[in-house]
């Protein structure tokens, strides 16, 4: 998707305008019935009209909602309720225009209008023309937008669709060692962040027993990649680190899945370290002026006759021994050996994201994400804030130390399950023990894969935890 910052007329554009409801409806062209339709919509205090003008369509959108965060979050699924139209009227090109005087508004439509003309649709062999959307240009007519909004709307977009892609993709093509050359590729080619990938004997000689053990079961190397962004005129001395769980896919391992249809979304279990991949494609693209550093241990977990079993007991790379109770509990595991390793970076906060438990998911549905640390409040604060920017809110659970008693072992440093109760929070605190530094764990198993559109988040992979993590760190204070 490409947006540009238009000035010339638009009265020749299939046209998205926003306003209040004292909208000036013949400056829009608008005159006898179709003018006498708007107008009736307007005074049955409808928000969203669609007027077909027969040469070109007209929708607007009034927005009189109060200023906070919901505001522009209605806006986006307004903008989002227009790909419809665009893509069975094959427009390639769609013009926004406020009338508010407030370019936020113009912004939110056009996020929310992009991110719904989404399909992934690289396997179709038939009927494209009913299934792909067409299309491809946003121009935006608002004086006050400037070239950082521009550059900045491009890279949340484009960084999202990148992640939802990785997300939609089959094992059959995305295995781990593809998962890092595509991380690598769009390093190199677009978003200016580095790219340094750790192969088998790299991880065994550095002692990641959590990545080598989940891999123990595949027939496919498994890979470590550092992604990292350092601009000249970063505001933080310590990087902020990222880490995200690259289950590319999970059948349990010999804890097999059990229940029709457990595995069929687990393609999806490397949406956290999509997540990691999108927010430094977009941090980097946008160039913000902040230190990150993006770590995304990635493999496959299945039943092999050489898989890793129940009993088992795994030294960690922080030399720390786990006694493995459930081969499905792996994306802790793995999640485990690149939290400790992030201390070779001296960094002044770690945050992983992860498809980690359905506790999460059962305790919150697809509304938003669990998070749960022991950072200072000031991280927790602009993370909630953050959330509701992007409308990747927060569910916040508590942290108590009490948790980590479920997993004490009996012959080990502990085990990688808790009990029945408190399962999301459980995991949290297991990976906890691996890091010394401020930690903040996000589990985004909700959202992160849903089975039906939600406005503009579209079916299957949603690509969560790439707006989030970059309003995070764009708004971060040393």
């Known amino acids: 998707m490409n947006f540009f910052r ?77 790909a419809s139209t665009a893509k069975s009227e094959k427009m390639e090109t769609v013009a926004i225009q406020g009338l508010n005087g407030r370019k936020e508004s113009i912004l939110a439509v056009a996020e929310g209008l992009a991110l719904a003309s989404y399909k992934f649709d690289k396997y179709f062999t038939k009927d494209l023309d009913k299934i792909q959307f067409t299309l491809k240009n946003i121009e935006l007519f608002d004086k006050d937008i400037n070239d950082t909004d521009l550059n900045e709307l491009n890279a949340i977009v484009d960084a999202t669709i990148l992640a939802r892609n990785l ?49 123990k079961g595949s027939i496919d190397p498994p890979t470590f990649s550092i992604l990292s962004y ?27 899945k059990p229940t029709a249809g457990s595995m069929d979304e687990m393609k999806s279990d490397m949406g956290g370290g999509a997540a990691v991949f999108g927010a430094m494609y977009a941090i980097s693209r946008a160039k913000l002026p902040i230190k990150v550093i993006g770590l995304i241990p990635a493999t496959d977990n299945r039943p092999d006759g050489n898989a890793y079993t129940p009993g088992d007991v795994v030294k960690m790379h922080n030399g720390m021994t786990v006694e493995v109770l459930n081969t499905d509990a792996e994306g802790r595991m793995i999640l485990a050996d690149a939290i400790s390793y992030a201390k070779e970076f001296d960094p002044e906060i770690i945050i992983d994201l992860a498809t980690l438990t359905g506790a999460a998911h059962a305790a919150i549905g697809t509304q938003g994400v669990v998070a749960m640390g022991n950072a200072d409040r000031k991280y927790m604060d602009a993370l909630h804030k953050a ?24 012959i080990a440093d502990m085990k990688n399950i808790g009990g029945k109760l408190a399962g999301a929070i459980t995991a949290g605190k297991f990976l906890e023990k691996f890091t010394e530094y401020p930690f903040i764990h996000i589990d985004i198993a909700g959202p992160a894969f849903i089975p039906a559109d939600d406005a503009y988040r579209t079916k299957g ?14 708004n971060y204070k040393a």
Do not use: C, H
Request: glycine share 8%; no cysteine.
């Open 230 to 256: 350092s601009p000249e005129n970063a505001k933080n001395e310590k990087p902020i680190v990222l880490v995200g769980k690259g289950i590319v896919y999970d059948t349990g391992g010999l804890s097999l």
């Open 387 to 410: 959330g509701n920017n992007t409308y990747e809110r927060i569910a916040e659970f508590p942290f108590w130390d009490e948790y980590f008693e479920q997993m004490k072992s009996d």
């Open 6 to 82: 238009k000035t010339d007329s638009v009265s020749d554009k299939n046209l998205i305008v926003v306003d209040s409801k004292n909208i000036d409806l013949e400056k829009l062209g608008l005159e006898g019935n179709s003018l006498a339709f708007v107008q009736k919509k307007i005074d049955a205090d409808e928000t969203q009209i669609l007027v077909n003008l027969y040469d070109r369509f007209l929708f607007i959108i009034i927005d009189e909602a109060k200023d906070d965060y919901k505001r522009n979050e209605t806006l986006r699924k307004a903008g989002a309720s227009f």
């Open 167 to 215: 997300v939609n993709e089959p094992l059959s093509y995305l295995n781990a060692v593809q998962f890092a050359m595509d991380i690598k590729k769009y390093g190199d080619n677009e978003a200016g962040y580095k790219t340094k990938i750790l192969n088998k004997a790299k991880i065994e000689e550095l002692g990641m027993g959590g990545l080598l053990a989940v891999n």
């Open 461 to 474: 992979g949603t690509g969560v935890g790439v707006r989030l993590m970059y309003d995070f760190v764009k």
